[in-house]
């Protein structure tokens, strides 16, 4: 029985993938498990693995196609089969659209031909006929300024070109219209940044975003991470790790902020699953259950993963809550936009050297600027404002960090 390759849906958010490239051939041999090809999701670059064996008799997109999830897009059967009836399936399915691989913008103009690609004006060069009588003030400005002499209208006694001519030859170049100029230059947006599109304008309009701001007291955080790395820790800890287990503990405490508003309902979640926001939001899943050390080698795997695109669609979906981290891009503060349907997201800035007054007296300490953006149907400001207090307790006294 002939077995249909169709472009997967492999998020709740992926409406189309592209085939990057296949990795068979039509007349190949095929066995359940064999990777047909490498697509590009709204997430991830994944393998598109055959689920059944056979020979892959056809292929219906080429490489670089951006296809709809669910369409057919190769065909596998026995090498005798009749597939007529599945191709002319795929007669009636969306045309995929070819990935261009130039921008438009470096499409060569073409050149005129015919009586049109002469010179429009009389400032063209080309090698004198005859010599041209001109003074020797008249020929020494042409000089300078790469005139032709033959080009300039004379008008001195006999025929011979002076200096008003050229003033006005060089006046007649400037005023010449330059040569056209693209104003912009079009790229096909990535898959990615389709998604983050399409979320976005979700999340920003619909959703009545409200923002609290604190700055908290770093010091010890970084007195502790420093402690880790001199014992020699087996992970390294970073200071994303620490807030993300200063959150999961903040979280456990106020459930309003680990839920979610959809259909007219809030749903409070029983797991607390991080998302680390990027361009690709890597999940830590079950953070109220592990520790420290157990997040940030989870972070560390999870990350490498998804520099490289390789992340599995249970790793980069179903957050609970967001934190969105630009500290190390030298940004002190900022805004982040929530993620439907999550209530929340946590945007952390720099750690900074400021002055502030410490048991009276002016000190300089590290200090980190965060701030909640918040779903108003879910929470409300003094709700906000009480959990950004118990984060800074968890940051500021980072003993409780090391708890299991």
């Known amino acids: 029985m002939a077995i249909r390759v169709v472009m997967p849906k492999l998020s709740d958010t992926m409406t189309e993938g592209v085939v990057i490239q296949w990795h068979k051939h039509e007349g190949d041999r095929v066995e359940s498990g064999d990777t047909l090809a490498e697509i590009e999701t709204d997430k991830a670059v994944m393998d598109l693995e055959a689920f059944g064996s056979g020979t892959l008799r056809k292929i219906l997109v080429p490489d670089q196609s951006t296809v709809p999830a669910g369409q057919l897009i190769a065909v596998i059967a026995a090498p005798d089969e009749d597939i007529t009836p599945l191709l002319a399936e795929a007669g009636k399915a969306p045309q995929p659209t070819a990935q261009p691989t130039t921008p438009p913008s470096a499409t060569p103009t073409p050149k005129p031909r015919g009586p049109t690609a002469q010179p429009p004006s009389d400032l063209a060069t080309k090698p004198p006929a005859v010599e041209v009588k001109a003074s020797p003030l008249a020929r020494r400005m042409a000089e300078e300024a790469g005139l032709d002499l033959a080009m300039i209208t ?28 693209p104003a912009y230059e079009a790229r096909p947006m990535s898959q990615i940044r389709k998604t983050i599109a399409r979320k976005m304008i979700q999340s920003k309009a619909p959703v009545p975003h409200f923002y609290v701001t604190n700055e908290i007291d770093m010091e010890r955080a970084l007195t502790m991470k420093a402690e880790l790395a001199d014992r020699q820790a087996p992970i390294k800890v970073t200071i994303t790790d620490m807030i993300v287990r200063a959150l999961a503990i903040t979280l456990t405490r106020f459930s309003q902020f680990n839920a979610s508003f959809q259909d007219d309902a809030i749903r409070y979640h029983q797991s607390i699953h991080i998302g680390v926001a990027g361009l690709i939001v890597p999940v830590i899943r079950d953070c109220q259950r592990k520790g420290l050390i157990q997040i940030a080698e989870e972070a560390r795997l999870l990350f490498e993963r998804a520099k490289t695109r390789r992340l599995q669609p249970d790793e980069y979906t179903g957050a609970t809550f967001s934190l969105s981290n630009l500290g190390m891009e030298d940004v002190e503060h900022f805004s982040a936009i929530i993620t439907p349907p999550e209530a929340a997201v946590l945007a952390i800035g720099k750690i900074a050297q400021r002055p502030v007054v410490v048991d009276g007296r002016v000190a300089v300490r590290r200090r980190m600027m965060t701030t909640i953006s918040c779903d108003h149907r879910v929470v409300d400001g003094l709700q906000a404002a009480k959990f950004l207090q118990a984060l800074k307790h968890e940051l500021e006294e980072p003993t409780g960090l090391l708890l299991p």
């Open 154 to 181: 004379p008008t001195g006694p006999g025929g011979r070109v002076v200096k008003e001519d050229v003033e006005q030859a060089l006046a007649a170049r400037k005023a010449a219209p330059a040569a056209a100029v």
